[in-house]
């Protein structure tokens, strides 16, 4: 169960047509934007808020039935805080699967014994050549506030004097102003493209390219295109918020405050006038590829299926 389906071409999509392809053959899966009823065993549903009608449905309809809850970057980071429904959902649910390694921390104390940490993944690519008489950085998210792409581009402002610095950033203007905003940004700026989307193998090519990717979000369950460039051999620029530490790890070298340009621009200067620094990250992202390999993703995820629906009642097994 999701809310967003192919159309929508968004983390939530990815992760449930990620999923369903993961626990194929082993179970018929069904991919649904809202649940209107059905015999199946069992539930998984991405977002607690967005999800919430579908969610009641399925636990009116089968009590006994396990019901899995994939918490979003807004679930976890702002819903399950305020809104009544995304907290009726956390209650209802048997299990709770978090995206980053510091997404239980943000339950409430009694509902951590529901998480499971399921670490999203990709196929791992080879860095492409860089070139050497420039850096080239990348950003990659639509245009919206929550990727908060104003503080790339103040950080590209400030550095607009630095004809070694080249700027990209990929990403449908989902906020028609903030499309504005970075038409105008191009046009002032000569070493700024504004690419808008692009097919996600033309982005992954792009991600291999560049020197590094920023990642400016003020709130994230666990960005795949993180997950992406740590897979490829890219460094990562990254906003100090739990959904980047979890997939980064704590002492990770590139980060900065969330909406700190400053501190962004001067990573990116110092990544290009030092090149141990960009060593320096790599060899941390390295260590921690292993963790998105598909085979321990799928392997967590059937896990939990599994168990679950061992757990149901004896005259209720599929």
């Known amino acids: 169960m999701t ?3 192919a159309a ?3 983390g939530n999509w990815q992760t449930a047509h990620r999923w369903a392809r993961m626990l194929q053959p082993a179970y018929r899966v069904g991919l649904t934007d809202r649940w209107s009823g059905g015999d ?6 991405l977002h607690a808020r967005r ?3 579908s969610i009641q449905a399925w636990r009116a309809a089968h009590v006994d039935r396990p019901l899995v809850l994939v918490l979003t970057g807004t679930d976890l980071y702002r819903d399950i805080d305020v809104d009544t429904q995304a907290q009726h959902s956390l209650a209802l649910a048997d299990a709770l699967v978090v995206l980053n390694e510091m ?4 339950l409430p104390e009694d509902m951590r014994d529901k998480a499971h940490i399921i670490l999203q993944s990709c196929t791992k690519r080879a860095p492409m050549p860089k070139a050497t008489r420039h850096l080239r950085a990348l950003m990659v998210g639509h245009l919206r506030d929550e990727k908060d792409p104003r503080t790339y581009w103040r950080a590209v402002q400030r550095l607009s004097l630095r004809k070694d610095l080249l700027f990209d950033h990929i990403g449908d203007a989902l906020d028609l102003g903030l499309g504005t905003e970075a038409e105008a940004l191009a046009h002032a700026q000569p070493r700024f493209r504004w690419l808008g989307g692009l097919p996600h193998g033309t982005v992954r090519r792009r991600i291999q390219a560049a020197h590094v990717l920023v990642h400016a979000s003020r709130m994230e ?9 740590i897979r490829s051999g890219t460094p990562v620029l990254a906003s100090r918020i739990d959904g980047n530490l979890g997939l980064l790890g704590n002492d990770y070298a590139g980060l900065f405050e969330p909406g700190d340009d400053a501190a962004l621009a001067a ?3 110092s990544a290009r006038d030092d090149p141990s620094i960009l060593l320096r990250m790599a060899t941390q ?22 168990s679950l629906i061992a757990s149901r009642p004896t005259g209720d097994q599929p």
Do not use: D, K
């Open 221 to 229: 369950g666990g960005a795949h295109v993180v997950i992406e460039a």
């Open 40 to 45: 199946e065993s069992l539930m998984i549903a």
């Open 103 to 106: 997404g239980p921390q943000r």
């Open 8 to 10: 929508a071409n968004n």
């Open 3 to 5: 809310p967003a389906l």
């Open 51 to 53: 999800s919430a009608a």
């Open 267 to 269: 990573l990116l200067a």
């Open 285 to 306: 992202l390295a260590q921690r590829s292993a963790l998105f390999e598909p085979g321990t993703e799928r392997a967590a995820l059937h896990r939990l299926v599994g």
